[in-house]
């Protein structure tokens, strides 16, 4: 049988020669296609493999009725909509490592290019001006830049800036203080990393989290003169605050790879002479480009083999019969997990899982991933799956620990999941209620009986009266409906947890407030 694969941006052909190697695969190579036409020759397609151009939107994966897998030369899936691959059972590759050497370059040469303001410099001398006093630039020695998201990219930016002789500050969820010792570069929050720095270069996916993430209070912060740089994706800096920045003299330059919307051609941002830009050609090296195309190209032969895949973005791995028995507590498992990742802002670095009950008897590997995709969620967004959840916690050095038992506490089956971080302990469990569906049934100490599910709030108080009151009366004042109400505590005037069920979602940062109430501690508003 011979499987058809389209390829619809530039590829490498050194790249691909896995893919002209194989017997069964016909290849298809249309770089310019229409949208129409793209909806046309998916329809007899096996496999399409991608970088970022083309748009795999719900329409096209929807329109190829035969397609199996869909390979991304790169990092970044976001010109992919997952959840319709996942929901159509089309299986989503990517080359994550491929091009991180590259991107780390290119942002090294846009940072030195903008501190000496070489493309401006030498625009002029183009232009027949021999200019030497305009384009004084500054050193990067005994600079510190801010690197936000320290992942594979992010790390290896540290490391070339480190042999700049700069001072490194980071900030990254996963990123601990002993970590960063041995990197030799310090650690901070956001805004200490951003208020310490002289360059700023961002390396996070685009997430709802990180969303101009860099805005006009982020500018607000810097330091006088500050410089930034973007090559990863745009929408991490709100660009018209940008913009507003450098025009008010706060950020003195911006080197900038992404874009929100690319091409990015028609942009003030590109009038400005302190801005520097690529056409996002962070992996555009011939290098990089071989390397992601043979990374990809691998995975789709091994797929057509019916081998395992090495960089699978939303592969379900379970067996059918072990599914049978768990997939019901799929969605719990997450939501356990989501909620003790929203439950603390702190670093995790050990989740510990107990299964009990029947669960003990089954191989509960693939929940596990699912509650540790749920922990990790927050800061990956859709990176995170079932089939890379664990993968990513190892990368991150977190420890998870699966536990069984037999003895349950009087419930058929309970998960119970605890999250270590550096100063604190989280645990909650949760179990499947004959005929109720999903419960929360404790959280910490206290017994509760929760509907895991939609916008909740926890909120850490003292057992006095009237904190339950104060708590109802500026919500309603908020216009916030309460759902339901749950409350639980371990002694009589001790400390003691509400768990509440509103109709809308809040912002954590709207229930500040709520901790200035008498007898309330702590709110944190969980959606889930
Ligand atoms: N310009 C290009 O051509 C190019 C090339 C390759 C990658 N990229 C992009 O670069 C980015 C980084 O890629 P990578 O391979 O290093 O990914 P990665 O997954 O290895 O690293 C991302 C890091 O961001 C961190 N993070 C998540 N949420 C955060 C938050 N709110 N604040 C701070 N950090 C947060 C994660 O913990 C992780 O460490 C991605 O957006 C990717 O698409 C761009
Ligand atoms: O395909 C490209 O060149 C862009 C790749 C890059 O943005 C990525 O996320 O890997």
Request: proline content about 3%; charged content about 25%.
């Amino acid at each position: 049988m011979t499987f058809h694969i389209l390829i619809t941006d530039p590829l490498s052909e050194e790249g691909i020669y896995p893919l002209r190697q194989a017997e069964n695969l016909a290849i298809t190579i249309a770089t310019d296609l229409s949208k129409e036409a793209l909806l046309e020759t998916i329809k007899d397609v096996d496999a399409l493999l991608v970088r970022s151009q083309t748009q795999v939107t719900r329409e096209v994966i929807e329109a190829g009725k035969n397609l199996k897998i869909i390979g991304r030369a790169g990092v970044g899936v976001d010109n992919i909509d997952l959840d319709a691959a996942t929901e159509n059972g089309i299986i989503v590759v990517n080359a994550p490592d491929g091009n991180t050497n590259s991107a780390a370059e290119h942002t090294i040469a846009m940072m030195t290019a903008l501190a000496r303001k070489i493309p401006q410099a030498f625009n002029a001398l183009k232009n027949g001006v021999w200019d030497r006093k305009t384009y004084i630039g500054v050193e990067l020695k005994n600079k510190t830049l801010g690197v936000i998201g320290l992942g594979r990219i992010g790390a290896e930016v540290a490391a070339r800036a480190k042999g700049q002789r700069m001072n490194v500050i980071a900030y990254d969820p996963f990123l601990t203080e002993e970590k960063a010792k041995k990197m030799g570069i310090d650690f901070g929050t956001v805004d200490d990393v951003i208020q310490a720095a002289d360059f700023i270069t961002v390396h996070t996916p685009l997430l709802k989290e990180t969303r101009h993430l860099l805005n006009e209070e982020a500018f607000y912060k810097m330091k006088d003169g500050v410089q930034i740089i973007n090559c990863a994706r745009g929408g991490i800096i709100d660009e018209d605050a940008l913009y507003n920045a450098i025009v008010s003299g706060k950020v003195a330059g911006a080197a900038l790879d992404v874009f929100e919307t690319e091409p990015f051609i028609d942009h003030p941002l590109l009038t400005l002479p302190e801005v520097i830009a690529t056409p996002h050609l962070g992996a555009s090296t011939v290098e990089a480009q071989e390397s992601v195309a043979v990374d990809v190209s691998n995975d789709v032969v091994s797929f057509f083999k019916g081998e395992a895949v090495r960089n699978p973005v939303n592969l379900p791995s379970v067996s059918k019969e072990v599914l049978a028995k768990i997939a019901p507590f799929f969605d719990l498992a997450e939501k356990l997990g989501t909620f003790l990742s929203r439950k603390t802002d702190e670093t995790i670095v050990e989740v510990n899982i107990k299964y009990a009950g029947e669960l003990a008897n089954y191989d509960v590997r693939a929940l596990t991933r699912n509650t540790v995709k749920g922990i990790l969620k927050r800061n990956f967004g859709s990176h995170v799956n079932d089939v890379n959840a664990k993968y990513l916690a190892e990368r991150f050095d977190i420890k998870v620990n699966e536990h069984k038992t037999t003895t349950s506490k009087g419930f058929l089956h309970l998960i119970t999941v605890e999250v270590h971080t550096a100063g604190s302990v989280h645990r909650v469990a949760g179990t499947l209620l004959n005929g109720l569906g999903p419960r929360i049934v404790k959280v910490d100490d206290y017994v509760v009986d929760v509907v895991p599910e939609g916008h909740l709030l926890f909120i850490k108080h003292k057992d006095q009266p009237g904190a339950i009151g104060r708590v109802g009366t500026l919500l309603a004042e908020k216009n916030i409906n309460i759902a339901t109400m749950q409350v639980g505590r371990t002694t009589i005037g001790g400390e003691a947890i509400m768990m509440l069920t509103i109709d809308n979602h809040v912002e954590q940062e709207e229930m500040e407030d709520l901790t200035e109430l008498a007898d309330i501690y702590e709110v944190r508003a969980i959606d889930l």
